[in-house]
């Protein structure tokens, strides 16, 4: 019986190597054909006079690269009677135990989702864990074959790995759930490798993006899960592990107003002469007016009340430059994992936009063969001071309005910065935003599509880069040393990053932070330019150069889009304020746009055709009466053919009209006012008066980072937030609770700060009194952390401390020794006493 067991047990592993053989020789074949599982059923008699076991060998490949073999044996089960499937050898597979007349599972959830995830050209998400214990394996079996004297065995767990899960918006948590039950688009995980090298574990952070979750695009809630892994894997200065399978910043709609709006026509009857506005009916105002979806004003026209719509919010978060900002902060916190632990990126299919520049920001990129790092570009579409910046009294007037008007023509952006002479009269000055005659600009020849120079603001010397918005053209001069060589002229327009203008950008920034000058980016770009040539010539590395810049920036940075300009795509993520938000600030003027991409690519694909035909039947008055008409009963079915031409030719005849309608719809998701709305900017900024504005910005934001810095220096364990608080509080002290609302004033906040720091005002003004008073706490911490660290020197310190007081500071120090002893003895003789009174017997 023995002999028997012995030999069935020797001949199933036969089986088993022999079918494992058969499937990694045509596993490429099997791959192509979809063969994801197979089953093999037998009977085996070992010997004439055994008996007969029915055994089934199950294959499975669902991942694409790790094959799982369980071998299950038919047996009867004694009470019952119904043939059930027993595991044979030491591996329980997913059918231990169930019945052999269990149905198969036609195609499971996780099935849908590799498929999809293989047919891009990638792993499924929750197959990475697999990927890595796999390879950890591999490693094991490399180091025991060359190490086979040691008598080394595999561990029985070579990867431990548990998900970090979302829990509101500001942490992650530990947690075990099944594959496929995410509802982000980002998962990551903490995972501990059991590799050769740290037989006893190694912890990891791996962060992946789960391209079957609206195809992988980064919305708030991924760049959060993105965010907070990475900052966990700094703080526990652990490796920072991306799988990058995106397809950039997530746009969208707001499909609750598009079902809604209206069209004011400029003729009703004739639409080709083009619409006024879009509004919305009372009624339809009513249902989404909760919502904060939509801005509208009421007005009258027509014959009835309307709601002109002004700007589109959107009920769900996450349809435009909102998700860009998120981006924005994680090119930060990437720039800064970089520094600080190990990152490595792979890219498994596609990174696209701000997925392009987290790996970059990474540095160390492993691309897949046949993956693709995309941008969208425009063809789809130092060390703290304490001394403040120099000022110089101004002889521009800070108050002045700015008279050049940036247009929608393409015009010399120099015009803007330093102003010009009126075209109409030579002898009158059209000024522009800086001080007249300060503007100096620098690398003028290179790179003419980025415009970087220095320039005076009321007095306070800048770093200034604008955009040039006409088509350049860059001169490639021939090669003398190549005889087949000639001199190439290229043509770069306007408004977009190339290789080198990045550069550029990138160059001046770290130029400024040397001079610790503050830095002032008239922000108008529609985004990078990312054909193969500029690919090739490192676009996104001097991109990532960008972000480091202004991250590592330690004097303020002003960003403003100007009237009629806009800020695009990973234009946007490379200098949103979350890179740096101690020092970054975003202004915009009212006339001035910021989205994912263009209102026309937004059109092309979040308001089709077949979206534009909707409208028509919801809005166009001919097309609804034809409808109703098509409603009749016992209609020939000859005028209902004619009816449904009518209504096809009204479709072709209104596409146009309503292509503008949509692009217009689109645009309103890009207003400064829903940038102001979500946080994306600080606020809205009229072109005229923004000199004045952003000066007195600028000189409170000096004014504080001095204080600020000192405040640093004495405390260094300060954060940046306390900081803040302290200065506000102080403020508060000076001027009294009534005036708290003047805090929000930077001009008079500005005055307050320049009078304490002042000569006069620095003996005896509130921000010294304070600032001694935090010097003093920093220095008694300092000594009673040392104390605790090394409590047997404290009466040697008591006595240094003594002998350098003067005879009056020893005396006083003596009385108050003198008090804490009475002090001390009085407790003593009390605490006596409340023990003696328990202890007394009760009666």
């Known amino acids: 019986m023995v002999n028997q067991h012995y030999c069935l047990e020797c001949l199933m592993l036969q089986i088993e190597e022999s079918v494992t053989s058969m499937v990694m020789r045509y596993g490429p074949r099997l791959w192509k054909l979809r063969v994801l599982q197979a089953e093999l059923k037998m009977t085996i008699r070992p010997s004439p006079n055994s008996e007969v076991t029915n055994v089934r060998l199950c294959l499975a490949n669902d991942s694409g690269y790790s094959l799982d073999i369980w071998l299950y044996r038919e047996v009867t089960d004694p009470k019952t009677g119904v043939i059930k499937f027993e595991a044979y050898g030491h591996k329980q597979g997913p059918m231990h135990g169930l019945p052999i007349s269990t149905p198969y599972v036609t195609k499971d959830y996780l099935q849908q989702k590799r498929f999809q995830a293989q047919s891009a050209g990638t792993t499924y998400v929750y197959d990475v864990p697999d990927m890595f214990r796999q390879m950890t394996e591999k490693l094991w079996k490399e180091f025991i074959e060359e190490r086979p004297a040691e008598q080394l065995v595999v561990p029985s767990k070579v990867v431990d790995s548990v998900e970090l899960v979302l829990e509101g918006d500001d942490h992650l948590v530990e947690q075990k759930r099944l594959p496929g039950e995410n509802n982000v688009g980002m998962i990551a995980w903490r995972c501990t490798l059991h590799t050769p090298e740290y037989p006893s574990g190694r912890d990891i952070i791996v962060i992946a993006n789960d391209i079957t979750y609206l195809i992988g695009s980064f919305g708030p809630r991924e760049d959060l899960v993105f965010c907070l892994a990475s900052e966990l894997a700094r703080k526990l200065k652990i490796p920072r592990i991306y799988i990058a399978a995106n397809s950039g910043a997530r746009i969208g709609l707001a499909e609750e107003i598009k079902q809604l709006f209206r069209v004011a026509w400029e003729d009703p009857d004739e639409p080709d002469k083009g619409f006024k506005y879009l509004y919305l009916t009372p009624e339809d105002f009513t249902k989404v007016s909760a919502m904060n979806s939509v801005h509208a004003i009421l007005i009258d026209d027509e014959g009835e009340p309307r709601y002109k719509i002004t700007d589109i919010i959107g009920k769900e978060d996450g349809l435009g430059v909102e998700n860009l900002r998120y981006a924005g902060m994680i090119a930060g916190e990437t720039s800064q994992a970089y520094k600080e632990v190990v990152t490595i990126s792979m890219v498994t299919c596609r990174a696209i936009g701000i997925g392009s520049y987290v790996v970059r920001l990474g540095q160390r990129v492993i691309q897949i063969e046949n993956s693709h790092i995309i941008l969208t570009g425009y063809s789809a579409l130092n060390k703290d001071k304490l001394s403040p910046v120099p000022f110089i009294k101004p002889v521009d007037p800070v108050d002045r309005e700015v008279n050049y008007m940036p247009t929608k023509a393409p015009y010399d952006p120099r015009w803007m910065l330093a102003g010009r002479e009126s075209p109409s009269n030579a002898h009158e000055w059209e000024s522009g935003f800086f001080d007249r005659g300060s503007w100096d600009e620098i690398m003028s020849p290179w790179a003419q599509t980025v415009v970087c120079g220095r320039a005076r603001l009321g007095g306070i010397p800048v770093g200034v880069i604008a955009v040039e918005t006409r088509t350049v053209e860059l001169n490639l001069p021939a090669d003398p040393a190549n005889l087949d060589s000639e001199a190439k002229t290229v043509s770069q327009a306007g408004q977009v990053w190339f290789p080198d203008s990045a550069y550029k950008t990138a160059q001046a920034i770290q130029d400024f932070g040397h001079e610790d000058l503050p830095l002032i980016i008239f922000a108008n770009w529609r985004g990078f330019s990312g054909g193969m040539k500029d690919m090739y010539e490192q676009i996104l590395k001097f991109g990532a150069y960008i972000v480091d810049g202004l991250r590592d920036y330690n004097q303020p940075i002003l960003i403003y889009i100007p009237p009629n300009g806009e800020l695009r795509g990973g234009a946007w993520a490379v200098v949103d304020t979350t890179i740096n938000p101690r020092h ?52 020939p079915q000859e005028q209902r053919l004619v009816l449904e031409r009518q209504i096809v030719d009204r479709e072709k005849f209104l596409m146009p009209m309503y292509h503008q309608v949509a692009v217009h719809f689109a645009d309103l998701h890009d207003t400064p006012d829903r940038m102001q709305e ?26 504080e980072n001095q204080i600020k810095s000192q405040m640093l220096i004495i405390q ?82 008591a006595v240094e401390i003594v002998q350098h007081l003067a005879p009056h500071q020893r005396t006083e120090a003596l009385r108050t020794l003198a008090q804490l002893e009475s002090m001390s003895k009085e407790q003593e003789q009390q605490h006596q006493q409340q023990q003696q009174q328990q202890n007394m017997p009760s009666e």
Not at 599 to 620: Q, S
Not at 683 to 703: A, C, E, F
């Open 584 to 635: 970054m600030e975003m202004y915009a003027d009212p006339e001035s746009r910021g989205g994912v991409l263009e209102p026309e690519g937004i059109v092309e694909i979040k308001f089709r055709a077949k979206d534009l035909v909707k409208a028509m039947h919801r809005i166009d008055p001919m097309i609804i009466s034809i409808k109703a008409e098509l409603q009749t009963a016992n209609l």
């Open 678 to 703: 979500k946080g994306a900017i600080m606020d809205v900024v009229p072109w005229r008066k923004s000199r004045r504005i952003l000066y007195w910005r600028l000189r409170r934001l000096l004014l």
């Open 716 to 797: 260094p364990n300060l954060s940046v937030g306390q900081a803040e608080a302290m200065l506000t509080r102080w403020f508060l002290e000076d001027k009294g609770t009534t005036a708290a609302y003047l805090w929000e004033n930077n001009e008079a906040v500005a005055a307050w700060l320049l009078a304490q720091l002042s000569e006069e005002g620095r003996a005896s003004s509130v921000v010294a009194n304070n600032l001694h008073c935090v010097r003093k706490d920093a220095i008694i911490q300092q000594i009673k952390s040392s104390l605790k660290e090394c409590p047997d020197v404290a009466l040697d310190a």
